[in-house]
């Protein structure tokens, strides 16, 4: 009887059971990344220099600060739709507020702003139960349109904001390294805590959670707050970049956000997805947006290309998911 | 009825239980009390009153009159939580396991183990020591898993259901409340589950109780010393098995004695 346990135990340790079938997944994903890499090598020699790599490094940075924490509100089972208008609120706050209360009074009030939106949805998802879609998707339209009306619908010009989004430590521009932190950060936060463990518990078996005593609501909002943070580090970024905030800046920015998080393996019904997989799945947006430009493909096809790899992510997902259930 | 609290007083003691919704008597005036090693059958027809007790001992439903006792001590639940955190664990009709974790995730589901020292303070996971002590646990069980890693959504419903309950026994529950715990099995894996809870109470060291819910009498009848009766939220019979018969207790459920 011992022994039959100490097969049973040692086999799967050995093997280190069926947690592999996850790598594959993310493993698949980097080989389509290579691919790409390789086939825009081929296409265009400026591909892979140095400064080109940097650059999408870079161009990536606000998609994947806020891909992270949104991938952990898609595993907890909940949306949010809100983060381009969002950042652009953010940065239009931070514009306008600059001129009289100084640069870091602006950021203050700037990440005041942000908090607010997360507030919202969380509010709205949590109190009123409210579908988190439909809740994202007002505060997406809504802020937008403040973002307009803090404006008067102009671009707002801000000086001296600079530093945040184009100096650069060893030649790499510091939204590369904000963005490296943030990816680190939350993958370690899903990965190695209680919290990110109640995450993937609030999505894999919700009724589950509940009984088991998990703060449930508590977790929702404060997932809600993290993607409204990593909203309002994208805004400034995208302010201090342009050196302005324009209301029309980051428009789709959350399609290409629940892109990368469903082409990363994170699944629309919840419990599924891990910051590695939505970070590659980042990298080839990045790769195929910017491989495109140098081969000089008019934007168009970008947002169509852009759609189509949602469409099949996400038919891909619904095939996962009623694979698990026939299994 | 009433008796002084008192160092040999029963495991579970509970005077006067009622629920009421609007006018619905839920539960009206529910007595009894139970003793160490006890197992006991909950039976009854659909709305007998039968999960509203079972809720009302975890901590689920808060009842409209009555006490709880705990050794003569009284209890009072507005949580399942707080029940959890006096031995009364509950093992639900639709499992309450997360289906994408592995045993020892949903072993220590909600009362995860953290590591020692900074990493702790942020809250970093003891995967190892959880684990560890899981695996330990299900090897002292009657019921065998081929793969201790696999996750709960590979095992089937029975499996499932010996999860469940171990996991009520992991933490050392006094009391242990099963509502329904064969409803969704076949033949043979109902057997499976009944064996096992057969096995956990005649191996517990420590005193312990348990309430099965079921409607199938032949489950209950294996299993069980002691059948409740609730009918129309009322409690009309406390009976020894050894001391009835099957018909008897059918007889009290239909409601023949009325």
Same mark, same amino acid.
Not at chain 1, 42 to 71: C, D, H, K, Q
Not at chain 2, 243 to 256: C, K, L, N, P, Y
């Given at each position: 009887?011992?022994a039959d346990?100490?097969?049973?135990?040692?086999?799967?340790?050995?093997?280190?059971?069926?947690?592999?079938?996850?790598?594959?997944?993310?493993?698949?994903?980097?080989?389509?990344?290579?691919a790409?890499?390789?086939?825009?090598?081929?296409?265009s020699e400026?591909?892979?220099?140095a400064p080109?790599?940097v650059?999408?490094?870079?161009?990536v940075?606000?998609l994947?600060?806020?891909?992270?924490?949104?991938?952990?509100?898609?595993?907890?089972?909940?949306?949010?739709?809100?983060?381009?208008?969002?950042?652009?609120?953010?940065?239009?706050?931070?514009a306008?507020?600059?001129?009289?209360?100084?640069?870091?009074?602006?950021v203050l009030?700037?990440?005041?702003?942000?908090?607010a939106?997360g507030?919202?949805?969380a509010?709205?998802?949590?109190?009123?139960?409210?579908?988190?879609?439909?809740?994202?998707?007002?505060?997406?339209?809504?802020?937008?349109?403040?973002?307009?009306?803090?404006?008067?619908?102009?671009?707002?010009?801000?000086p001296?904001f600079?530093?945040?989004?184009?100096?650069?430590i060893?030649?790499?521009?510091l939204?590369?390294?904000?963005?490296?932190?943030?990816?680190?950060l939350?993958?370690?936060?899903?990965?190695?805590?209680?919290?990110?463990?109640?995450?993937?518990?609030?999505?894999?078996g919700?009724?589950?959670?509940?009984?088991?005593?998990?703060?449930?609501?508590r977790?929702?909002f404060i997932?809600?707050?993290?993607?409204?943070?990593?909203?309002?580090?994208?805004?400034?970024i995208?302010?201090?970049?342009?050196?302005?905030?324009?209301p029309?800046?980051?428009?789709?920015?959350?399609?290409?956000?629940?892109?990368?998080?469903?082409?990363?393996g994170?699944?629309?019904?919840?419990g599924?997805?891990?910051i590695l997989?939505?970070m590659v799945?980042?990298?080839i947006?990045?790769?195929?947006?910017?491989?495109?430009?140098?081969?000089?493909v008019?934007?168009f096809?970008?947002e169509i290309?852009?759609?189509?790899?949602l469409?099949?992510?996400?038919?891909?997902?619904?095939?996962?998911?009623?694979?698990?259930?026939?299994? | 009825?009433?008796?002084?609290?008192?160092?040999?007083?029963?495991?579970?003691?509970?005077r006067g239980?009622?629920?009421?919704y609007?006018?619905?008597?839920?539960l009206?005036d529910?007595?009894?009390?139970?003793g160490?090693?006890?197992?006991?059958?909950?039976?009854?027809?659909?709305?007998?009153?039968?999960?509203?007790?079972?809720?009302?001992?975890?901590?689920?439903?808060?009842?409209?009159?009555?006490?709880?006792?705990?050794?003569?001590?009284?209890?009072?639940?507005?949580t399942?939580a707080?029940?959890?955190?006096?031995?009364?664990?509950?093992?639900?009709?639709?499992?309450a396991?997360?289906?994408?974790?592995?045993?020892?995730?949903?072993?220590?589901?909600?009362?995860e183990?953290?590591?020692?020292?900074?990493?702790?303070r942020f809250?970093?996971?003891d995967r190892?020591? &959880?684990?560890?002590r899981? *695996?330990?646990? +299900?090897?002292?069980?009657? $019921?065998? !898993?081929?793969?201790?890693?696999? /996750?709960?959504?590979? &095992?089937?419903?029975?499996? *499932?259901?010996v +999860?469940?309950?171990?996991? $009520?026994? !992991?933490?050392?529950?006094?009391? /242990?409340?099963?509502?329904?715990?064969t409803?969704?099995?076949?033949?043979k894996?109902?057997?499976?589950?009944?064996?096992?809870?057969g096995?956990?109470?005649?191996?517990?060291?420590?005193?312990?109780?348990?309430?099965v819910?079921?409607?199938?009498?032949?489950?209950?009848w294996s299993i069980?010393?002691?059948?409740?009766?609730?009918?129309?939220?009322?409690?009309?019979a406390?009976?020894?098995?050894?001391?009835?018969?099957?018909?008897e207790?059918?007889?009290?459920?239909t409601?023949?004695?009325?």
């Amino acid at each position: 009887m011992t022994a039959d346990h100490d097969e049973a135990g040692a086999g799967p340790r050995r093997l280190r059971g069926l947690r592999l079938s996850r790598i594959p997944e993310a493993g698949a994903l980097v080989v389509v990344l290579l691919a790409l890499a390789a086939f825009f090598t081929f296409r265009s020699e400026y591909f892979l220099t140095a400064p080109n790599l940097v650059n999408i490094a870079t161009n990536v940075a606000v998609l994947g600060i806020i891909a992270a924490p949104a991938t952990m509100l898609l595993i907890a089972g909940q949306f949010d739709l809100s983060v381009g208008s969002a950042a652009v609120f953010v940065g239009m706050v931070m514009a306008k507020t600059a001129p009289g209360v100084g640069i870091w009074g602006a950021v203050l009030l700037a990440l005041a702003a942000g908090l607010a939106v997360g507030l919202i949805n969380a509010v709205g998802v949590v109190m009123f139960r409210v579908n988190a879609i439909i809740t994202t998707l007002a505060t997406l339209a809504a802020f937008r349109g403040a973002a307009k009306l803090v404006s008067n619908g102009q671009t707002l010009i801000l000086p001296g904001f600079g530093t945040l989004g184009t100096h650069r430590i060893f030649s790499v521009p510091l939204p590369a390294y904000i963005f490296a932190f943030v990816a680190v950060l939350s993958f370690v936060i899903l990965k190695y805590t209680v919290f990110g463990k109640h995450i993937y518990a609030m999505g894999g078996g919700p009724r589950a959670a509940r009984l088991a005593g998990i703060p449930v609501k508590r977790y929702i909002f404060i997932a809600f707050l993290l993607s409204a943070l990593g909203t309002v580090l994208a805004g400034l970024i995208i302010v201090s970049q342009l050196g302005a905030s324009s209301p029309i800046a980051a428009q789709g920015l959350e399609l290409q956000v629940v892109t990368a998080v469903i082409l990363g393996g994170a699944s629309l019904s919840g419990g599924r997805g891990s910051i590695l997989g939505t970070m590659v799945a980042v990298f080839i947006i990045g790769v195929l947006n910017n491989g495109l430009n140098l081969l000089s493909v008019p934007s168009f096809w970008q947002e169509i290309i852009l759609g189509a790899l949602l469409l099949g992510a996400v038919a891909f997902d619904q095939m996962r998911i009623r694979l698990a259930k026939s299994s | 009825m009433t008796r002084p609290v008192r160092a040999g007083a029963p495991l579970l003691e509970i005077r006067g239980l009622s629920k009421h919704y609007g006018t619905i008597r839920a539960l009206d005036d529910v007595s009894f009390h139970l003793g160490r090693d006890e197992v006991v059958g909950l039976l009854g027809d659909n709305g007998a009153g039968k999960s509203t007790l079972v809720k009302c001992l975890a901590g689920a439903v808060i009842p409209t009159a009555g006490e709880v006792y705990l050794h003569g001590e009284q209890k009072v639940f507005s949580t399942p939580a707080e029940a959890r955190r006096e031995g009364i664990e509950t093992v639900y009709q639709q499992l309450a396991l997360v289906d994408i974790f592995d045993i020892a995730a949903n072993f220590y589901l909600g009362r995860e183990m953290t590591r020692t020292g900074w990493r702790g303070r942020f809250g970093m996971l003891d995967r190892r020591s &959880m684990k560890k002590r899981a *695996r330990a646990a +299900v090897e002292l069980l009657p $019921a065998r !898993f081929p793969n201790l890693d696999a /996750l709960i959504e590979t &095992m089937s419903g029975g499996q *499932r259901q010996v +999860v469940a309950i171990s996991r $009520a026994g !992991f933490w050392g529950g006094r009391l /242990l409340l099963l509502d329904e715990p064969t409803a969704a099995l076949g033949v043979k894996e109902a057997a499976a589950v009944l064996e096992m809870i057969g096995a956990m109470v005649s191996a517990a060291e420590t005193d312990m109780a348990m309430i099965v819910i079921s409607h199938n009498m032949d489950h209950v009848w294996s299993i069980c010393t002691r059948l409740l009766i609730l009918r129309q939220g009322r409690l009309v019979a406390d009976l020894l098995k050894s001391e009835t018969s099957r018909q008897e207790v059918v007889a009290h459920i239909t409601g023949a004695f009325d």
